[in-house]
């Protein structure tokens, strides 16, 4: 349901791809690319993703999600889930010395988002976000209110992070945070 986000993955799956074809000796892990529909639902497809996955959920090392991220603004780049692993925060700095985003960094593993089916699986995430916006769910939200270099930036700057994770035999750790106090029920 998320143009943006769907543009980029597409991005992502193509751009890597070319990558693997080039240097197949250099990539040690396979990459998932999956786009989910009714997260305003509850997480509809994700959810039926981690009930019924197509690859075990043991050999997912993490889950990147891209929701609503076609409108950077003044250069800020909000990324959440951050406190999910200790190893986000290293390349996720690691990738910004290129790409060179105002970054807001949430540690909060429990997001109003796709990453909400991964995370209790013991599977480390993040969200790339923009922010919300004047147009957000309405009809004036139009591919002419879009940063398209701004999404190309943050691609590139998410596939840094993604050659990282499956160039390294390595296994990102995963974090286990408390449940905020409002989730609670």
């Given amino acids: 349901d998320n143009a943006s986000g769907v543009s980029i993955v597409l991005e992502l ?3 890597l791809a070319e990558e693997r074809r080039k240097n197949p000796q250099t990539m040690k892990r396979g990459i998932v690319f999956a786009l989910w529909s009714g997260e305003e639902l509850g997480c509809l497809g994700s959810s039926y993703f981690v009930g019924h996955p197509t690859v075990p959920l043991k050999n997912v090392i ?3 999600n891209f929701d609503m991220v076609g409108r950077l603004r003044e250069n ?5 889930g951050v406190g999910s692993s200790n190893i986000w925060s290293r390349l996720i700095e690691k990738s910004n010395v290129k790409a060179g985003f105002h970054l807001n960094l949430l540690y909060d593993p429990y997001q109003p988002s796709d990453v909400a089916s991964f995370y209790p699986k013991g599977i480390p995430v993040i969200h790339f976000f923009t ?3 004047e147009d ?3 009809p004036t939200d139009d591919h002419i209110t879009l940063n398209y270099d701004g999404m190309v930036r943050i691609a590139g700057f998410a596939q840094s992070i993604i050659v990282d994770l499956v160039t390294h035999a390595e296994r990102p750790d995963y974090v286990k945070a408390a449940l905020p106090e409002e989730q609670r029920t």
Avoid: D, Q
Avoid at 76 to 80: D, S, T
């Fill in 13 to 15: 799956a193509s751009s």
């Fill in 62 to 64: 993490a889950y990147m």
């Fill in 76 to 80: 800020n780049l909000i990324v959440e």
């Fill in 131 to 133: 922010g919300v916006h």
């Fill in 136 to 138: 957000y769910n309405r």
